[in-house]
């Protein structure tokens, strides 16, 4: 299968109903765009933006899908430039025309293009924001170096959710639990200095590295209620003296455990790197 036949597969297994609409992957598009709006990960992404690019009005959105983020800045006013190789009314280009014509948009432009081959002038952009898709690069230093070309001195890169492995034992770890690895074989993952130093070689100066449970950004579809309860019970566990952890053996595990990022195949990590005036 490739990446649109997955997709539909998916859509008709009530397995996968969780999974399709956490990733916002539902055949009604414009579903996808009105929980995107609602989220906290959009929320945390517009305050990232507001924090690193105040000025920020132009935004590139590189890898972009089936366009909830692309048609979420849209509407919040932002002029954006939207780049999507997959052609598809599915979870590619045709989708985010479809919606740039459904909520009747004038400030989106949509191009089909691979990250690594994009054609924009240099210094055209506020912002360039890539959700989920760094770590499909095929080339990950020339990928991160066009969006470093196309930012303006001063701009942002804004990468969401991007996963992380540590070793090579680690990233099979991931992509033997990835749950569509399977059908379309697309997943891939880099570790933190693989990133960063593709960030670095581009100019960019890493700001912001906000780690697996740093944010909602990246631990969504867990709440931050979620991650508060577990770590004030984590903090009662550490309270306890170690003489009497033998006690309560699976719940000193539990509350030490869940916590871990190492736990969890594939952890996303998100970034803020800024582009060298020189």
Not at 63 to 73: D, V
Not at 110 to 139: C, L
Not at 155 to 172: N, P, Y
């Amino acid at each position: 299968m490739n990446w649109e036949e997955t997709i539909q597969f998916i859509r008709k297994d009530p397995a996968y109903a969780n999974l399709v609409e956490k990733t916002y992957f539902d055949e009604d598009l414009v579903l996808n765009i009105e929980r995107f709006r609602k989220s906290k990960e959009l929320e945390e992404t517009i305050q990232l933006f507001k924090k690193y690019a105040p000025h920020g009005k132009k935004i590139l959105d590189i890898g972009c899908g089936n366009g909830i983020s692309s048609i979420a800045f849209a509407l919040l006013g932002y002029q954006v430039d939207a780049v999507e190789p997959d052609a598809s009314t599915t979870v590619g280009a045709g989708a985010i025309r479809l919606m740039k014509a459904h909520y009747q948009l004038e400030n989106i432009k949509v191009y089909e293009s691979f990250a690594e081959d994009i054609s924009f002038p240099s210094n055209a952009f506020d912002i360039v924001y890539i959700r989920q898709a760094m770590h499909h690069a095929n080339d990950l230093t020339k990928f991160i170096g066009e969006a470093g070309r196309v930012l303006k001195p001063g701009g942002i890169l804004c990468t969401i959710r991007d996963h992380v492995v540590f070793d090579k034992e680690d990233k099979e770890w991931f992509l033997e639990n990835h749950p569509l690895h399977k059908f379309y074989g697309g997943e891939n993952a880099f570790s933190p200095s693989e990133y960063k130093e593709a960030m670095i070689k581009a100019n960019l100066k890493v700001d912001l590295e906000l780690k697996y449970f740093d944010s909602i950004i990246n631990y969504f579809p867990k709440t931050k209620q979620q991650i508060e309860f577990i770590q004030s019970r984590k903090n009662l566990v550490n309270k306890i003296p170690n003489l009497f952890h033998f006690l309560l053996p699976q719940r000193i595990k539990k509350y030490t455990t869940q916590l871990d990022e190492k736990k969890v195949p594939g952890r996303m990590y998100s970034y803020i790197a800024t582009k060298n005036n020189a």
